[in-house]
């Protein structure tokens, strides 16, 4: 299954571990996460503590490529995820991390 990140300028092919849901998933969280970032919700560093997680955005999208190299995109330069596939099937390690959210 091919997986293509579709970025201000062009499209990046992504690894075939990289699955559609996956990607889609970061790219929700990456989007409410940059929301909450703005409207000062939380913050851009770990010290901040009182417990609640740092703004990193370039962590939450960081990609393997289908070269076997890596990307790390910004949210605000990302337009969207497609894939050559109807539907998914989940992993193991999909289900895992669904119940981790």
């Given at each position: 299954?091919?997986c293509?990140?579709?970025?201000?300028?062009?499209?990046?092919?992504?690894?075939?571990?990289?699955?559609?849901?996956?990607?889609?998933?970061?790219?929700?969280?990456?989007?409410?996460?940059?929301?909450?970032?703005?409207?000062?919700?939380?913050?851009?560093?770990?010290?901040?503590?009182n417990?609640?997680?740092?703004?990193?955005?370039?962590?939450?999208?960081?990609?393997?490529?289908s070269?076997?190299?890596?990307?790390?995109?910004?949210?605000?330069?990302?337009?969207?995820?497609?894939?050559?596939q109807?539907?998914?099937?989940?992993?193991?390690?999909?289900?895992?991390?669904?119940?981790?959210?």
């Open positions: 299954m091919t293509t990140l579709l970025v201000r300028g062009g499209e990046i092919e992504l690894h075939d571990s990289e699955s559609f849901n996956k990607v889609r998933q970061r790219l929700n969280r990456a989007r409410k996460l940059s929301e909450d970032y703005k409207n000062g919700t939380i913050s851009g560093d770990k010290e901040s503590g417990g609640a997680q740092a703004f990193e955005p370039f962590h939450l999208l960081s990609f393997r490529t070269d076997g190299g890596r990307l790390a995109v910004d949210i605000e330069n990302t337009i969207g995820v497609l894939s050559d109807y539907k998914d099937i989940k992993t193991d390690e999909e289900d895992e991390d669904e119940d981790e959210e």
